[in-house]
């Protein structure tokens, strides 16, 4: 049974830093593709960041420069660091691979004063 569940979520203050994770059970990262993707309230779900499997790198035009993607050591974790966090990055982030379709259950990130 395949399980991707992100961690590393919370409440931060502005230009704050968090590092969301997002950890793969049953499934081989290293062959599969990671998305992080995120949804605010009221908003449609946007897509923030994806690594291929060949490490290849994507982002979002507002977080490019401020966030990086990348696999961990172990090859079955992928974070996001997220750096320079603005109130507008206030949002529930998930995960999700790619060609095989797998979601995680979401984290929240909460940017405030």
């Known amino acids: 049974q395949v399980q991707l569940v992100e961690s590393g979520g919370g409440l931060v203050q502005p230009g704050g830093s968090l590092r969301l994770s997002c950890a793969a059970s049953?499934?081989?990262?290293?062959?599969?593709?990671v998305t992080w993707y995120r949804q605010a309230p009221g908003k449609e779900r946007e897509l923030v960041a994806s690594?291929?499997?060949?490490?290849?790198?994507n982002y979002a035009d507002s977080v490019k420069g401020r966030f990086t993607i990348s696999r961990g050591n172990a090859k079955n974790t992928v974070y996001l660091q997220m750096n320079s966090l603005k109130p507008e990055d206030t949002a529930v982030y998930y995960c999700?691979?790619?060609?095989?379709?797998?979601w995680g259950q979401g984290t929240q990130v909460t940017v405030s004063s």
């Open positions: 999700k691979t790619f060609p095989l379709t797998y």
């Open positions: 049953g499934i081989t990262f290293s062959f599969n593709g």
């Open positions: 690594i291929t499997a060949g490490d290849s790198t």
